[in-house]
């Protein structure tokens, strides 16, 4: 006769050790299925994701206002922020290595939180001095790039504990607070000035800590005895070889998604519109976003996590190409409602990927890497859309945003499609 705790044990034994649950919201009775009650780990994990990607926005978005302000050329600024990028994929694998000795990623997420909040002081404290500033930004990109695949862990951890967990709905409202925080912060700098970000910057870090520390532990592991001992990125790759083109799609996914996004100033502009109407294209698929997230985590419940990427990839093609050859604002507008099948679908996809395809000593590893392809997507357009735009113009860096997305949806149909099923299928 099984005691309760070694019942627990067992579930978490599974197959890919999660629990068969999977932290869904549904439960299954009499032959029918009956909606619980929205539960308080969703609600927390919710305060986590919208203070995560608030301070994002805050750091990132504005990253360039402060640079500029601190006399900072606009090529200086891209280097720096490029500098920071890399930094995120130097720090990830890092951190990720933390985790086995601190017990779990939540603490070494915690002490993230305040390492950037200690950041954000000092960039309080020095004012003005450029060459300091221009070191804490990049380590706070860093940091907050590296935090994102250790958010994405905890979020599998307590769904694999059996935690009732909606991440799609939590981090579609991560979405929401990204947009909020990006009308706020902008209307501040517009009212008060750059110099106004670092004290911005604080306090958005404070709420993201004092909300870590609301976060629940993944309970039981303790009955299981120790955590698994987790292996390293390359240990992942060389023991799941088809996991590296899957990564590569996933980095021209982003590489394309992100020449988009960088250079929708020039876009917009080209076709006659101001920097409001970009703000306003931004907040529009930012909306989009949650309703869309939150019927992927749905969807996921019972389709394979590659099979959905694809589809993912299917969006964003479309949502490129729509930008690139569009000749007027109301189809930049018009254009974002793809987002839902793009950008929105794509991220929930990648972290259910990594959980499902890895067994639970290459999980932290796994999501590290997806969000090192995301990184390096980023960097990736950065350092060539700048080039194209002055060297071909903007039609031809669109068509080109638009090439390299298609390239990695034809990789993702080859390497992704109909793997990580959900558990029992």
């Known amino acids: 006769m099984k005691t309760a705790s070694s019942e627990a044990c067992s579930n978490r034994m599974q197959p890919n050790g999660a629990s068969p649950q999977r932290g869904a919201a549904f439960l299954k009775g009499e032959g029918k299925t009956i909606k619980q009650p929205f539960s308080r780990d969703t609600v927390r994990l919710t305060a986590v994701q919208v203070a995560y990607w608030a301070s994002f926005c805050a750091v990132m978005s504005y990253a360039t206002v402060f640079l500029l302000s601190l006399g900072y050329s606009s090529a200086a600024a891209g280097a720096v922020i490029a500098a920071g990028n890399l930094a995120g994929i130097l720090l990830q694998p890092l951190c990720a290595g933390l985790v086995p000795r601190a017990g779990s990623a939540r603490t070494v997420v915690l002490g993230m939180a305040l390492a950037l909040?200690?950041?954000?002081?000092?960039?309080?404290?020095?004012?003005?001095?450029?060459?300091?500033?221009?070191?804490?930004?990049?380590?706070?990109?860093?940091?907050?790039?590296?935090?994102?695949?250790?958010?994405?862990?905890?979020?599998?951890?307590?769904?694999?504990?059996?935690?009732?967990?909606?991440?799609?709905?939590?981090?579609?409202?991560?979405?929401?607070?990204?947009?909020?925080?990006?009308?706020?912060?902008?209307?501040?700098?517009?009212?008060?000035?750059?110099?106004?970000?670092?004290?911005?910057?604080?306090?958005?870090?404070?709420a993201l800590g004092l909300c870590m520390l609301l976060l629940p532990k993944a309970g039981g592991t303790a009955a299981c005895g120790a955590l698994p001992r987790q292996e390293g990125a390359f240990a992942v790759l060389k023991g799941d070889r088809a996991f590296t083109p899957v990564l590569l799609g996933c980095i021209a996914l982003f590489m394309g998604y992100n020449l988009n996004i960088t250079y929708m100033i020039q876009t917009v502009t080209a076709r006659g519109g101001t920097s409001?109407?970009?703000?306003?294209?931004?907040?529009?698929?930012?909306?989009?976003?949650?309703?869309?997230?939150?019927?992927?985590?749905?969807?996921?419940?019972?389709?394979?996590?590659?099979?959905?990427?694809?589809?993912?990839?299917?969006?964003?093609?479309?949502?490129?190409?729509?930008?690139?050859?569009?000749?007027?604002?109301?189809?930049?507008?018009?254009?974002?409602?793809?987002?839902?099948?793009?950008?929105?679908?794509v991220i929930p996809c990648t972290v259910y990927y990594a959980n499902r395809v890895f067994p639970p000593h290459r999980r932290l590893a796994g999501q590290t890497l997806m969000v090192a392809a995301s990184?390096?997507?980023?960097?990736?357009?950065?350092?060539?859309?700048?080039?194209?735009?002055?060297?071909?113009?903007?039609?031809?860096?669109?068509?080109?945003?638009?090439?390299?997305?298609?390239?990695?949806?034809?990789?993702?149909f080859l390497s992704a499609r109909g793997r990580a099923m959900p558990d029992g299928e």
């Open 117 to 206: 909040a200690a950041l954000a002081g000092a960039l309080c404290l020095l004012g003005r001095l450029a060459p300091a500033c221009a070191a804490l930004i990049i380590l706070m990109y860093g940091l907050l790039y590296t935090m994102q695949g250790l958010l994405n862990a905890i979020a599998m951890e307590l769904s694999n504990a059996g935690r009732r967990v909606d991440y799609g709905f939590a981090r579609g409202m991560g979405s929401m607070g990204y947009a909020v925080c990006s009308w706020a912060v902008g209307g501040i700098t517009a009212a008060v000035g750059a110099g106004a970000l670092p004290f911005v910057h604080l306090a958005l870090l404070a």
């Open 375 to 412: 990184t390096l997507g980023t960097v990736l357009s950065a350092a060539l859309g700048g080039l194209l735009v002055d060297a071909l113009g903007v039609r031809a860096m669109l068509l080109f945003a638009a090439a390299v997305t298609a390239t990695g949806t034809l990789m993702l």
């Open 276 to 345: 409001g109407d970009m703000g306003a294209i931004f907040a529009i698929a930012a909306v989009l976003e949650l309703p869309a997230m939150t019927l992927a985590g749905r969807l996921l419940r019972s389709h394979s996590a590659g099979t959905l990427m694809f589809c993912s990839g299917l969006g964003l093609t479309a949502k490129s190409l729509a930008i690139a050859v569009t000749g007027t604002l109301a189809g930049l507008y018009a254009a974002q409602l793809l987002q839902p099948l793009g950008y929105a679908l």
